[in-house]
């Protein structure tokens, strides 16, 4: 940026004040410099990403510019082939890892081949399942999954609200900061066991950000993980009231939209024998 700058002062060009490029599959600004058009300085301007931070420079001498910028970045190695196609969906299949441990993608990231229920009220948008605004609804596998490790990252707008569904009862996802949920009981807060076992607080980002969440069942006990934080931990049979629930030995895995936009993208899932350990 700094010699991209130098040439555009030499020449009368300007620098003006960060502004936004968009945001790709993952919600990030784009890290790629590039033409766009601009009326007041011979239609052509340049935007510039550094760290996540983007410039408008504008001037005569744009082209010339981008295109040497360009060749230099690509000449030193300083992007990869991967940067050079552009920003990369959200990941479907789950890491190498992950495979050798047995986990499998329940969604392909582009089709809801493999659920039922509301499926118009969710979209498949570049490799993300989305909860419409105004759809959602209950939504689940057609698989029924018994003993299981279910991993998923998420992100809400400001006051989002859904729920997985885990052998047909919900363990809560909301954004916990939102003014309008201020009074709720604890066992209703993000990662809860609904209106059964409360979670631990205090673990979860902020509206907007991608958050990562683990939900392991093996027989009657179930565990919730949030962004690396364990924030439920118990055995249903210990449960008063809960006898019915903690004897549930398999059901789909679902999501319960409530008319708030939630995206939900890295869906894998991990199937455990009753005498394999759960991590």
Known sequence: VSTWTKHAEHRGSRLVKPTTIG?????????????????????????????????????????????????????????????????LPAAVEPTAEELRDGFASIFDGKTLDGWRGATDGYVCEEGLLVCQKRGGGRLFTVKEFGDFVFRFDYRLEPGGNNGIS????????????????????????HGSIYCTVPATRGHTKPAGEWNSEE??????????????????DVDLATVPGQETLAKRTKGPLGFLGHGARVEFRNLRVKELTSAEPSD
């Open 166 to 189: 885990v052998r047909g009862h919900e363990i809560q996802v909301l954004d916990d900061d939102a003014p309008q949920y201020k009074n709720l009981k604890p066992c209703q807060y």
């Open 215 to 232: 939900i392991m069942c093996q027989g009657s006990h179930w565990k919730v993980s949030v962004n690396g934080a364990v924030i439920v």
């Open 23 to 87: 945001h790709g599959p993952a919600g990030f600004g784009s890290q790629h410099p590039c033409i766009v058009r601009d009326a007041g300085h011979n239609g052509l301007g340049m935007m510039v990403a550094v760290g996540g931070v983007s410039f408008k420079l504008e001037g005569p001498l744009m082209r010339w510019i981008h295109v040497a910028g360009m060749m230099g970045l690509l000449w030193s190695g300083r992007l990869s082939a991967a940067e050079q196609a552009g920003p």
